[in-house]
Nanobody, 122 residues
Framework: QEQLVESGGGLVQPGGSLRLSCAAS????????VGWFRQAPGKEREGVSV????????SYAKSVKGRFTISRDSAKNTVYLQMNSLEAEDTAVYYC???????????????WGQGTQVTVSS
């Protein structure tokens, strides 16, 4: 059964860091672009970052550029999102998805994880 599982969320103080993981089972992430999305209460889901199949292509939302880094570990069939200098505005449920083509638009994603909560608060 194909599935994505996110982990690594939690409570962190402003300025802190977290690393989210998106692990796949039942299929290889090497054949997919992988995106990270987030959804805060009362807001629409927004694209945060995406990595292409070749790993040479990455894209970030303006709000996280310079603070977040996306990477892939093919041996572990996992994509990571390193989040530094976290702000209260980063509080949301973070989801990863796998798609044929890289995009910060959630349409076109074939697989989704269940999400992991990130809360930035003092």
């Amino acid at each position: 059964q194909e599935q994505l599982v996110e982990s690594g969320g939690g409570l962190v103080q402003p300025g802190g860091s977290l690393r989210l993981s998106c692990a796949a089972s039942g299929f290889s992430l090497d054949h997919y672009a992988v995106g990270w999305f987030r959804q805060a209460p009362g807001k629409e889901r927004e694209g945060v970052s995406v990595i292409g199949v070749s790993d040479e292509y990455t894209s970030y939302a303006k709000s996280v550029k310079g603070r977040f880094t996306i990477s892939r570990d093919s041996a572990k069939n996992t994509v990571y999102l390193q989040m530094n200098s976290l702000e209260a505005e980063d509080t949301a449920v973070y989801y990863c998805g796998a798609a044929q083509f890289p995009s910060l638009n959630s349409a076109g994603y074939d697989y989704w994880g269940q999400g992991t909560q990130v809360t930035v608060s003092s």
